[in-house]
């Protein structure tokens, strides 16, 4: 570990910024520098990530979740090497003269050195406040040194999506969740409007009448939506379940781009959930109607993530049976 990239450096580094921005907000007749914090939000990112995109995303949550944000940029094997950088996250709202800033530790750190990681990052937290973990480095979760990282977490947040194999993901996650920290998926997330939908669709009460009829259920998925099938057909099965409704599921994949597509099937009803771009369409047995459904940008899935800080009973049965079901060699 370089001499530099210690966590006193660091955290001296942060209290000469504040000094600077504090003088800065003070010129040209300015109302001063609020600081702002509710969390440290540890991201663990590729070098390959478009750093641009991801910085639009963090500026994006911070107003709402302030946080001292530490982004860890990997850049794979290597001389073993750990490089930092420190600076601000200011906006001014909307008809103020003050402006509102968060800290940003930028982290360049190599494999070789990942078992450094943790040592720095854990004085670099902010006392008394959640650590949160948000993993894009798909490759990192399968590492034995981002279990030290997420040991330090409140919450830990993962995307099985981008993980490869579906049923290999499932299984890795499902691993995560047994930890002592709250895990968030963002495959789950992501069927969170679909659920909504598919719930509103038995609030009517001729369809909640034939809900008992329904015997197959069916969800078909192109791309990266693996995951995200497993999971749903997983609440589906499990909520039908719940209403005394035993019925059969069936997750596939297939060819033709990224999809997903949902149907309950049995005598007198035919319910159907399919995504088109950016509309969700919504069929049951003879009528049907279309609702946006935009592709939920990094922003929209970890704004719901933050806004989740209990355990959620749903997600953690969901997660275990979408796993069994996926492996079911397991059981």
């Known amino acids: 570990m370089g001499a530099t990239v210690t966590p006193d450096h660091i955290l001296k580094e942060l209290a000469d910024l504040w000094v600077s921005l504090g003088k800065e907000g ?11 914090c509710s969390m440290t939000l540890v991201v663990l990112a590729d070098e390959s990530e478009d750093v641009a995109k991801l910085g639009e995303t963090l500026a994006a949550l911070m107003p709402e979740h302030p946080a001292r944000a530490i982004v ?3 850049h794979g094997a290597g001389e073993r090497a750990l490089a930092e950088h420190v600076y601000s996250q200011c906006w001014m709202p909307f008809g103020q003269r003050r402006q509102i800033c968060c800290e940003q530790i930028e982290i360049t750190a190599s494999d070789p050195a990942l078992a450094d990681l943790a040592p720095v990052l854990l004085p670099l937290a902010v006392p008394d406040l959640p ?29 099985s999506g981008e993980m490869g194999d579906a049923q290999s993901a499932l299984r890795r996650v499902a691993d995560l969740a047994r930890g002592p920290a709250l895990l968030g998926d963002f495959s789950w997330t992501r069927v969170t409007r679909w659920r909504e939908m598919l719930a509103q669709v038995f609030e009517n009460r001729r369809n909640l009448a034939l809900l008992e009829h329904i015997s197959g259920v069916r969800v078909n998925f192109g791309g990266a939506y693996g995951a995200a099938a497993w ?9 039908l ?8 599921l069936s997750v596939e994949g297939a060819p033709g781009g990224k999809f997903l597509r949902v149907k309950l099937e049995g005598e007198g009803i035919r319910v159907e959930l399919a995504r088109t771009d950016d509309r969700l369409a919504i069929a049951v047995n003879d009528l049907s109607n279309v609702t946006n459904l935009p592709q939920p940008t990094d922003y929209l899935l970890m704004r719901e993530e933050l806004g989740i800080v209990r355990r959620d009973p749903v997600f953690d049965r969901t997660l275990a049976s979408a796993a069994r079901l996926a492996y079911p060699t397991n059981e």
């Open 26 to 36: 003070q010129t040209d007749g300015g109302a001063g520098v609020l600081r702002a």
């Open 72 to 74: 860890v940029r990997l």
């Open 241 to 248: 379940a719940d209403a005394g409704v035993d019925a059969r």
């Open 231 to 239: 999971y749903l057909g997983a609440w589906v099965q499990n909520a």
């Open 131 to 159: 650590v949160i973990v948000w993993c894009r480095s798909p490759r990192l979760v399968e590492m034995p040194e981002f279990h030290a990282i997420a040991e330090m977490a409140r919450k830990v947040v993962v995307d």
